[in-house]
C-alpha cells in the first residue's frame, strides 16, 4: 500500500483576506525566528534544561519578547511541538474521519506515524525529553482519542478482535515507532548488521500490528 509523506499534505490556507501591515509582517517574523532557535534548543538541552535566557539568546531577541507572542517558557514549547506536529496531525485527522476507516485506515495510520516521525527528528528528541520528564505534555491528546473511538468502532463490527483494548492497540503502535527512533543508536549497538532498516521495519511493523489486532481463528 503506497501512502503520500505527511509533508506533502497541503493544510488548509491560513492566509487573511485582508493585507497585513509591515509591523505584523515584522512580528511574524520574529515570531518564527524564536520558534526556529527554540526547536532547537529544546530538542538539545530538553524542557527543564533550558533557561528564558538560552532561548533569548539563541533567538537574538529579549526575553519580553519571548512572553510577548508565546507567555511563558512553557507555551512556547507547546508552540514549536505543535508547529511541528501540524502538517502530520492534519493528515492523520483526514484519515481518522474518513466515514469509511476500515482496518486500511489504520495501516494508513500506521505508515504515517511512522514517516512522520522518520522526517521529524527534533519531534522525536521533544518526545523522549517530554517523557524523560513526565512534564510539558504536548497538547495531542485529542488525535490519540479519536483514534481509540475509531478502533473501537472496528472491534463493534468485527474487524479487530474482541479480546483486547483498542487503547492497548494504539499504546503498541506508540511505543513500538517511538521506541525505534529513540532508541537507534542502542538497538544499532546490540543488533549490529542484523539490524533492519526504516522500510524493512515499517513494513514489518505494519504485518505484526494487523495481523495482531486481526480477529482469531473461530472467533465470531
Known amino acids: 500500500m503506497t501512502s503520500p509523506h505527511p509533508s506533502n499534505a497541503n493544510p488548509p490556507s491560513t492566509a487573511s483576506s485582508s493585507p497585513r501591515s509591515p509591523e ?3 512580528g511574524d517574523a ?3 525566528r524564536i520558534l526556529d532557535a527554540a526547536e532547537n534548543v529544546f530538542a538539545k538541552q530538553g524542557f527543564h534544561g533550558t533557561s528564558l535566557r538560552d532561548l533569548a539568546e539563541a533567538a537574538g531577541v529579549t ?3 519571548i512572553h510577548h507572542h508565546f507567555g511563558s517558557k512553557e507555551g512556547l514549547w507547546i508552540a514549536v511541538a505543535d508547529r511541528l506536529f501540524e502538517t502530520y496531525r492534519a493528515w492523520q485527522s483526514s484519515i481518522l474521519r474518513e466515514g469509511a476507516f476500515g482496518i486500511e485506515g489504520f495501516e494508513e495510520s500506521i505508515r504515517q506515524f511512522f514517516l512522520f516521525l522518520e522526517s521529524s527528528p527534533n519531534f522525536v528528541r521533544l ?4 517523557n524523560a520528564a513526565q512534564s510539558a505534555e504536548t497538547p495531542h491528546r485529542d488525535l490519540a482519542l479519536l483514534g481509540v473511538d475509531r478502533l473501537r468502532e472496528l472491534q463493534a463490527c468485527g474487524e479487530i ?3 483486547i483494548d483498542p487503547a492497548s492497540a494504539l499504546i503498541g503502535l506508540f511505543n513500538l515507532v517511538e521506541h525505534w527512533f529513540q532508541a537507534r543508536t542502542t538497538l544499532e549497538n546490540r543488533l549490529g548488521e542484523t539490524l533492519p532498516g526504516n522500510h524493512e521495519f515499517l513494513e514489518d511493523l505494519v504485518r505484526i500490528l494487523i495481523r495482531g489486532i486481526r480477529p482469531c481463528d473461530g472467533e465470531t
Do not use: I, K, V
Open 161 to 163: 478482535r474482541s479480546d
Open 30 to 32: 520574529t515570531r518564527e
Open 127 to 130: 518526545r523522549a525529553w517530554t
Open 24 to 26: 505584523e509582517r515584522s
Open 63 to 65: 526575553r519580553s519578547l
